[in-house]
């Protein structure tokens, strides 16, 4: 057995978790290493979900009966476990939605219908990066296309950083927003924050940071950060799927337009015009997620008593122990920085001239679950030249013999392949 300093009990945390003890394809027995794109789910957060629908359903707010009530309180209070998960001054500050995509969608259609001086319009500009999940691409060029804006981005050096050597030229006083993600999901690099923000600030611009790949692995403090505004999904971080969160400034949800209109966000209705509830209420239309708030309240329970320090520290320990091993591999190549050093717990490489979807195919033949493609970051691939790459990714949950599993099936992969 692999000893490393910083690693949980991951033999009592692994029983809390069905699903890591199936066998598949007959006598395989399951090495998960696909956690950036849905990490499993605990069986305090399925038993949550399960409760709230034998003991608890109803439609929240304004009811006056028992469910209604208990329900409602489910919900909200699903709200401050997550508003004290994120260090947010107010419980208000935290929007539900249905994932990340959404909570970053809600920012962009926010800004193209606000007023002065938040208004994205043809004479301003969009900052992203060139490593951003589509999620965090397609909107801008959506608004963009839809203002007028000029849509500008960092782009990468050849080790996975963000190119910030021209950073007065690309935030300039035109910026209005600048949305980058906190962690990539395909290169693993943890970015910059500080610079970034305090360049933005000077400028007058927005910032908005994606945190689907951080939230899950670190503490995560909103206050911390600086920007006006932070996303992240509740699936990738032992949460149901359904339930996203948005973070944003007070000041900022009370003075932007709704993007979604419909039940419950509003305040006053008449035939000729209405008025809105003030946040976060403002930008959750219609039945909110309810039994998937529940469950991202009882993940975020589940996280907190493990403690997201003693979290980053054994994921650290996996990662950098994973890309050790990996770097033994002949033809291995990994594609992001390979210190383990201020990075992520995913790992992206190719393996030679063979295609990630057969070396994922492989590994899937062997009980191994990666994942392979773009990643939703296609711009990464062709900025690498590469079609595609192997995505291995770790959780707490994550052990050093599933990585000496995942080194031992690429080596039957490259025997496979000659």
Not at 146 to 175: P, Q, V, Y
Not at 268 to 289: I, L
Request: some cysteine.
């Amino acid at each position: 057995m692999t000893l490393l300093p910083g690693l949980l009990d991951t033999e009592a945390i692994r029983k809390d978790f069905p699903i890591l003890d199936r066998v598949i394809h007959g006598d395989k027995k399951l090495v998960y290493l696909d956690s950036a794109a849905s990490s499993q789910k605990p069986r305090q957060v399925i038993d949550a979900v399960n409760e709230y629908y034998e003991r608890h359903h109803a439609n929240v707010h304004r009811g006056i009966h028992v469910l209604a009530d208990e329900a409602t309180a489910l919900y909200e209070g699903a709200r401050d476990k997550v508003a004290a998960f994120i260090n947010a001054p107010s419980r208000d500050e935290v929007i539900f939605t249905k994932n990340a995509s959404e909570s970053l969608n809600l920012v962009a259609n926010m800004l193209g219908w606000a007023d002065e001086p938040y208004r994205v319009d043809r004479d301003t500009e969009i900052v992203i990066t060139e490593m951003e999940h589509h999620s965090n691409i397609v909107p801008w060029q959506l608004l963009a296309q839809r203002t007028g804006a000029k849509l500008k981005w960092f782009g990468l050096t050849d080790d996975g950083r963000l190119d910030l050597s021209h950073i007065d030229e690309i935030i300039t006083e035109k910026t209005k927003i600048v949305s980058f993600v906190l962690v990539s999901n395909i290169l693993g690099t943890v970015n910059p924050v500080e610079a970034i923000v305090r360049r933005a600030q000077e400028v007058g611009a927005l910032v908005l940071i994606d945190a689907s790949q951080a939230a899950p692995h670190s503490p995560l403090d909103v206050q911390a950060l600086g920007a006006d505004f932070v996303a992240f999904t509740g699936h990738k971080m032992c949460g149901p799927t359904g339930i996203g969160v948005l973070w944003g400034r007070q000041e900022l949800l009370e003075d932007l337009p709704p993007f979604l209109g419909g039940g419950e966000m509003i305040e006053t209705v008449s035939m000729n015009s209405s008025t809105y509830a003030p946040a976060p209420h403002k930008f959750e239309a219609g039945t909110p997620p309810i039994a998937q708030a529940v469950g991202l309240g009882a993940a975020v329970d589940y996280l907190t008593a493990i403690g997201m320090d003693k979290i980053a520290a054994h994921e650290h320990a996996i990662t950098e122990y994973a890309v050790r091993r990996l770097q033994e591999v002949p033809d291995l190549r990994i594609i992001g920085p390979v210190s383990a050093e201020d990075r992520g717990a995913a790992i992206s490489f190719t393996l030679g001239d063979i295609h990630p979807h057969d070396v994922g195919q492989v590994l899937d033949e062997q009980g191994i679950a990666v994942r392979v493609g773009h990643h939703c970051a296609r711009p990464v691939c062709l900025r690498y030249g590469i079609p595609a790459t192997t995505r291995a990714s770790f959780y707490l949950y994550s052990t050093p013999a599933e990585v000496d599993a995942l080194v031992d099936g690429l080596e039957h992969v490259r025997q496979f392949f000659g």
